[in-house]
């Protein structure tokens, strides 16, 4: 079953230019081919990105995040990963039909990447300035002038101290938050439409995260950029996105503004990633965790993927996977224990006490 989109708009070029939407992703499926079967990654993912806006994508580890990003910017990581269905609309095209030429003009122009581990991500052999340079020598109608001055310009913005004395220096002579910046600044040079960030701050200490968040939150107020925000710190997500979708085996589950989710979360699984985080001046004796494992992705159930975890499981839930129930503004929750429709309370009505597991 396709996800319907945020705004529940049909999909198209002239729906998003209206709307000023960035970015449409419109039942999105990336499978990868193993021995053992089929792993459905990214199993009808759909959202939306408006210009200036940061949409959060949250959820455990193996979840689909990364991939849904790579499935984006069609950087899948082995030859055995599909994008078997779905569409991605990015500037009144679809980038799945778009050829790979086509495609190399709008990575790093107009949709860059961060990626996660900037020790990993940066070539340990090439400078920092040569690192900056390349995406705007491989795009150079993205700025006028001369490229060196706008690698100085865009190091400076991202608060590299002196970063005419950097330019020489190589990743291991950098610190960590300094690499990040280096990442961001690489990034950000040909001034893209969207950045796709993926978890940038994992392995940033909290005083230089909450000095990275401030930079980008800066940039993208300046630059009216919009971004992907891919984490699974709900600190984060409460500091930078104004929209956030909550992912779990491949799916989004729950969508919707950001106040509404970490405040009022519907689906289950959004209501144990909340009880996870520890809260200030609240003494517990253990911290929460989420009872039980993640489904396996080669075999996923036919109904909801977090039935055997879930503490409003029905029989129902097992049986079939929920629609779309919409909630607040431009929000929707796939949760039968959410479902508020006559219809769906009637299909409830001989399940009807929670916790059951049949």
Not at 348 to 355: F, N
Request: with cysteine.
């Amino acid at each position: 079953m396709a996800h319907p989109s945020v705004d529940g708009q049909a999909p198209g070029a002239a729906a998003d230019v209206a709307d000023d939407v960035v970015l449409r992703v419109e039942g999105l499926r990336t499978h990868i081919s193993v021995r053992r079967g089929v792993v459905k990654a990214v199993d009808g993912v759909s959202f939306t990105i408006r210009r200036g806006e940061t949409v959060g994508l949250v959820g455990e580890s193996g979840s689909g995040k990364t991939m849904t990003l790579l499935s984006i910017m069609r950087l899948l990581p082995v030859a055995e990963a599909k994008i078997v269905a779905g569409s991605i609309w990015f500037d009144g095209r679809d980038l799945l039909r778009e050829p790979e030429p086509a495609m190399r003009r709008y990575r790093g122009a107009r949709i860059a990447l961060i990626m996660q581990d900037a020790l990993t991500a940066l070539n340990p052999v090439l400078t920092v300035g040569d690192q900056v340079s390349e995406p705007l020598r491989y795009h150079p109608g993205r700025h006028s002038g001369p490229i060196g001055a706008r690698v100085i310009e865009v190091l400076e913005s991202v608060r590299i101290p002196n970063p005419e004395r950097r330019l020489d220096d190589y990743p291991h002579q950098f610190s960590g938050g300094m690499r990040q910046r280096v990442l961001a600044a690489m990034a950000l040079g040909p001034s893209p439409d969207l950045i796709l960030a993926d978890e940038p701050t994992t392995a940033l200490d909290v005083t230089i995260q909450a000095q990275f968040l401030t930079l980008v939150r800066r940039l993208q107020r300046d630059m009216k950029t919009s971004v992907l925000w891919v984490t699974h710190d709900l600190g984060v997500v409460a500091q930078t996105c104004d929209r956030v979708n909550v992912m779990y085996a491949g799916r989004i589950v729950e969508s919707g503004d950001v106040r509404r989710i970490l405040n009022e979360p519907q689906h289950p699984y959004s209501v144990a990633l909340m009880e996870s985080v520890p809260k200030l001046g609240e003494r517990r004796e253990r911290l929460y965790q989420i009872a039980g494992q993640p489904p396996d992705l080669l075999n996923l159930p036919a109904g909801c993927p977090f039935y055997d975890r879930c503490p409003l499981r029905m029989d129902l839930c097992r049986a079939e996977y929920p629609p779309a129930t919409p909630v607040g503004r431009n929000g929707y929750v796939h949760c039968w224990a959410a479902s508020k429709t006559d219809a769906a309370a009637a299909m409830l009505a001989p399940t009807s006490s929670a916790g059951s597991d049949g």
